[in-house]
């Protein structure tokens, strides 16, 4: 079993759409990270989050450290949002080694 | 403008040559990362510095080198023993501390491919 499990893997809505992506981790952590991959394979940082919640614009990530889980929710959700998102795990020893999801492609159709 | 930069986007090998990735930061991070990512997997860590001249392996560093002579330049020498070197290389950097973990900073990426 991967240390840090994400679901779904794959998931297509329509443009408007509440989107939620989940990720359940195994390790203790000193933070999570929420990552957006475009096609193109770059690789940017939303989020890196220890406790609570944190808000950019529609993106929205949540962490509940006792049951061990995070969510990324995208509001009003659009085409230029399709992307793979990524959490990663950062131990807390060895904290500067992530340990990755496996992404989940979401498409948004308009 | 600070950034990440990786270079060449796409590059072809012929198998058996050795091959060097190329990645300058200049955010003036201690530490950077090379990860290596297949379809359908999560980014893996090959390599990773958190300061210049010292560098230690990841989760796959097996046929695989490093340096780290310059703090903006993390390059990273794919050897013929890398059993796939296929794949989309990504380095990172991110500021360094030994109690704390902190956002990384990914390049655009390399597409290797070997035939």
């Known amino acids: 079993k991967n240390e840090v499990e994400q679901s779904p893997q794959n998931l297509t809505a329509q443009e408007g759409e509440f989107i939620t992506i989940n990720c359940s981790y195994s390790v203790g952590i000193s933070a999570l990270h929420w990552l957006q991959q475009h096609p193109g394979g770059g690789i940017v940082s939303l989020f890196m989050l220890s406790s609570g919640k944190k808000k950019h614009g529609r993106l929205i990530a949540t962490i509940n450290i006792q049951e061990k889980h995070s969510s990324l929710h995208i509001t009003a959700s659009h085409p230029r949002d399709s992307a793979v998102y990524i959490c990663?795990?950062?131990?807390?020893?060895?904290?500067?080694?992530?340990?990755f999801g496996q992404g989940t492609r979401l498409t948004i159709n308009p | 403008d600070g950034g990440i930069t990786q270079s060449p986007k796409y590059l072809f090998r012929k198998e058996g040559q050795n091959v060097t990735l190329s990645c300058e930061q200049n955010?003036?991070?201690?530490?950077m990362y090379w990860y290596r990512q297949d379809p359908g997997q999560g980014l893996r860590l090959i390599y990773y510095?958190?300061?210049?001249?010292?560098?230690q392996k990841g989760d796959i560093a097996e046929g695989y080198s490093v340096s780290r002579e310059k703090k903006e330049s993390f390059p990273l020498t794919v050897t013929s023993a890398q059993k796939n070197p296929t794949a989309f290389y990504l380095c990172a950097s991110s500021p360094s501390h030994p109690s704390g973990s902190y956002e990384q900073y990914f390049g655009p990426g390399t597409r290797l491919t070997v035939t």
């Open positions: 955010l003036n991070h201690d530490a």
């Open positions: 510095s958190q300061i210049v001249n010292d560098f």
């Open positions: 990663a795990a950062a131990r807390i020893q060895g904290a500067q080694k992530l340990v």
